[in-house]
């Protein structure tokens, strides 16, 4: 228990003269004064990370619409060809006792399979890869990238934190 005792005396110690706030470290994200986006501010490393992210998802996104437009064109070819024609019927034998017939739609009239064509066109979503927020942007970044050395004292200082001195989350939130 003793140890224990040192161990929690020197957390405290290193709280009082610290130069950020835990919260900064453990709770504040996003916030242009978090631990996270500083480190992410002072490494060329995460900053090219980004700009790879970013170029990677601008290309993608130019790719998308020339796809989008070439299904757009694609549609409205269809669709004229699909306007240019009629239906097809065909005369089918509904009475033969007194040669009665009914005209019934194709089944694979020529129209109808163009228009559906058109209306089966599909295209996926691109979705930006990263936050609106630059803050944020810089937070995530962060967590894909997190250098080994700082996981380990995350993960340690949260197991010394949470499992071996029993400290509880709280329910206050932070501005």
């Known amino acids: 228990m003793r140890r224990l005792c040192d161990v929690e005396k020197y957390l405290l110690d290193r709280l009082v003269s610290s130069r950020l706030r835990s ?3 453990y709770y504040e994200l996003e916030g242009s004064d978090s631990f996270l986006v500083k480190f ?8 090219e990370i980004r700009h790879e992210i970013v170029a990677s ?9 020339a796809e989008l437009h070439g299904l757009k064109t694609e549609y409205n070819r269809l669709m004229a060809l699909s306007d ?3 239906c097809e019927y065909k005369d089918v034998l509904v009475d033969s006792i007194n040669n009665f017939y009914e005209q019934q739609h194709k089944w694979n009239c020529q129209k109808c399979r163009y228009a ?3 209306e089966n066109l599909k295209i996926h979503l691109h979705e930006w890869p990263l936050p609106q ?3 944020k ?5 962060f967590e894909l990238c997190i250098p080994s050395y700082l996981q380990s004292w995350r993960e340690a200082t ?6 071996v001195i029993g400290m509880r989350y709280s329910n206050k939130s932070f501005p």
Request: hydrophobic share 40%; with cysteine.
């Open 23 to 25: 919260s900064q470290l």
């Open 40 to 47: 992410f501010d002072l490494s060329r490393e995460m900053q």
């Open 57 to 65: 998802a601008e290309e993608r996104k130019r790719a998308k619409l």
């Open 84 to 86: 240019r024609m009629e």
């Open 116 to 118: 559906n064509d058109a």
């Open 133 to 135: 927020s630059c803050t």
């Open 137 to 141: 942007a810089k937070t995530i970044i």
């Open 158 to 163: 949260f197991y010394l934190l949470l499992d």
